[in-house]
């Protein structure tokens, strides 16, 4: 079965903490993608990657930055975490060749920060 | 650009009533498209797809036809359980990009909260 999992479920940090949310697929899928869910906003993409060490902006790239350095694992990282990121962060992960772009999803981490 | 656009919500059911939820798509050529949904607490989980016109995509009584007349992509089902309740989105992969290749990006709908009471 293929799975996509994140580091936690739920977290609070504090305003001005440095913050990493984690994402792993055992699927070895090329693309990886990390997406805030905001009620009335739908998904929206923050940054996804294509390859090791690439990365490409989003829609709402500001306040984070994301780190591919192996295949399966995908970090996003708030530098300074604010008030106006709390949110649930959905990771995303999907193979180019395959399916197309079908994309498989982790239960997601639902960050308040405080 | 390429876009999806989903009906109002949220949706309150009844059991056993016939559901409805409208998605609508602006896009360049004819790209699959899809229904995701959310059940609570969880992340989202591929519901149904269609690759090309005229397709008609069906998984758990739901089905969605692909009408490029209409470029719609409306999801139904004739009789809703309790267990249906969660939230669908509509998505549409995004077309190429500068470097030729959407690297399986999608767009998703704002989605649809369903509720369905007994």
């Known amino acids: 079965d293929v799975k996509v999992t994140q580091s936690s479920r739920y977290l609070v940090k504090r305003t001005g903490e440095k913050v990493f949310l984690e994402c792993v697929q055992d699927m070895d899928h090329e693309n990886m993608f990390w997406y805030r869910q905001d009620p009335g906003l739908g998904l929206r993409l923050i940054y996804f990657?294509?390859?090791?060490?690439?990365?490409e902006k989003g829609d709402i790239p500001e306040g984070y930055s994301v780190s591919r350095e192996k295949k399966e694992r995908f970090s996003l990282i708030l530098e300074s975490a604010s008030t106006n990121q709390t949110s649930m962060y959905l990771c995303?992960?999907?193979?180019?060749?395959?399916?197309?772009?079908?994309?498989?999803f982790g239960p997601g981490t639902r960050l308040t920060v405080l | 650009g390429d876009s999806v656009t989903q009906m109002e919500g949220p949706v309150t059911l009844s059991e056993e009533a016939f559901l409805t939820i409208n998605c609508t798509y602006t896009?360049?050529?004819?790209?699959?498209l899809f229904w995701y949904v959310q059940y609570p607490g969880e992340g989202l989980q591929l519901l149904l797809k269609?690759?090309?016109?005229?397709d008609k995509g069906s998984n758990k009584g739901f089905e969605a036809t692909y009408r490029k007349e209409t470029t719609s992509f409306h999801l139904e089902k004739g009789s809703v359980q309790v267990s249906d309740s969660a939230v669908y989105f509509c998505a549409l992969p995004l077309g190429l990009g500068a470097g030729g290749t959407s690297y399986g990006k999608l767009t998703f709908g704002q989605g649809t909260i369903l509720t369905v009471h007994p």
């Open positions: 995303a992960s999907s193979n180019s060749p395959g399916t197309p772009n079908e994309q498989f």
């Open positions: 269609a690759t090309k016109a005229d």
């Open positions: 990657s294509y390859d090791v060490k690439m990365k």
């Open positions: 896009a360049t050529g004819y790209p699959s």
